[in-house]
């Protein structure tokens, strides 16, 4: 596998404001993506982040909300903008490995926001 | 479109019990299975997966899932459960798409 790190781990912030979130993977990957989990939910992927090109977003999420950026392989950022409480939720970065044949995907530890 | 159905949102057993963790799955294309574990204010670890081969797999702790394709269905299995196996179980589907996941199972082992 790979490690797999997220900063920052979790933060406090207000709404109206916006948050960075880093993932940097220590291995080279093939495909990385951003998911959201809900208090007490289930993960739903916020979209895949491309290298060198626009990231392609899910049903309900919008570049305007939530850019993403992939300058290299193994490092991506989530931007969640504007935000409001509704936002409050454990962000978590997910990859497939180069090294790896298979499809399998690995996650980050996540990053806790709360939006007061 | 892949889909994920966790048919049980809680389950509660008792230490050294067996339990069996119920996925159902949807896809119109061949798909990958797997079996993810969250522990408490912690992020996801993979607990095993189905690629392809033998339709029984086994993962880490003394887990293990079989792969049904006629009932579409990828249940995971314990024979005992230790208390450090609460957590949260999420049974997740990989087709032509990203892993789709389901709702999740929260396992609760009492002592």
């Known amino acids: 596998s790979a490690v797999i790190s997220q900063k920052p781990s979790r933060d406090i912030c207000q709404r109206g404001t916006s948050l960075t979130i880093q993932c940097q993977v220590d291995s080279q990957v093939t495909m990385m993506f951003w998911y959201r989990q809900q208090p007490g939910q289930s993960l739903t992927l916020i979209a895949t982040?491309?290298?060198?090109?626009?990231?392609?977003?899910e049903s309900g999420f919008v570049i305007d909300k939530f850019p993403i950026s992939r300058p290299n392989l193994t490092f991506s950022t989530l931007t969640v903008s504007n935000m409001s409480p509704e936002d409050s939720s454990i962000y978590l970065c997910?990859?497939?490995?180069?090294?790896?044949?298979?499809?399998?995907?690995?996650f980050g530890p996540g990053t806790r926001l709360t939006v007061l | 479109a892949q889909s994920v159905t966790q048919l049980d949102s809680q389950v509660p057993v008792f230490e050294e019990a067996p339990v069996e963790l119920r996925c159902n799955y949807s896809?119109?294309?061949?798909?990958?299975l797997f079996w993810y574990v969250q522990y408490p204010n912690q992020g996801l670890q993979l607990l095993l997966k189905y690629l392809s081969g033998s339709t029984l797999v086994k993962g880490i702790n003394g887990f293990e899932a079989e792969f049904n394709k006629s009932q579409t269905s990828f249940h995971l299995r314990k024979p005992s459960v230790h208390i450090s196996d609460t957590a949260e179980y999420f049974c997740a589907v990989k087709g032509n798409t990203p892993l789709v996941f389901g709702k999740g199972t929260r396992l609760s082992v009492i002592a």
């Open positions: 896809s119109s294309v061949s798909v990958y």
């Open positions: 997910s990859v497939i490995l180069l090294a790896t044949s298979t499809d399998t995907q690995y």
């Open positions: 982040a491309n290298q060198g090109s626009e990231a392609t977003y």
